[in-house]
Nanobody
């Protein structure tokens, strides 16, 4: 099993930046890609970004490309999401997830999930 814990969410104004962290524990050696998803009130889960185990293969949703940056530090078993130029439409609960395979935007391919961290962007 792999346990994931997100942190770093909060309330910010539009244009601000936040950095989310996802700390992994347990059988982390078994994981492949890791990713971030988000869910806004009344909406379905939305893929945000994903990275391969070595961090050399990243994917972004069109809505965040150029503003968000995903990275991971395997020595610390931690993944990050640097979010810049935040917009009110980025408001959501952000979840980190771990897959046993390559990076993908398909939610069902991720076997492990954190509890989420709230990000609220005011206009």
């Amino acid at each position: 099993q792999v346990q994931l814990v997100e942190s770093g969410g909060g309330l910010v104004q539009a244009g601000a930046s936040l950095r989310l962290s996802c700390a992994a524990s347990g059988r982390t050696y078994s994981t492949g890609a890791m990713g971030w998803f988000r869910r806004a009130p009344g909406k379905d889960y939305e893929f945000v970004a994903a990275t391969a185990r070595l961090g050399n293969n990243t994917h972004y949703a069109n809505s965040v490309r150029g503003r968000f940056s995903i990275s991971r530090d395997n020595a610390k078993n931690t993944m990050y999401l640097e979010m810049n130029s935040l917009k009110p439409e980025d408001t959501a609960v952000y979840y980190c997830a771990a897959s046993l395979g390559p990076p993908t935007a398909i939610r069902a391919r991720y076997s492990y999930w954190g509890q989420g961290t709230q990000v609220t962007v005011s206009s």
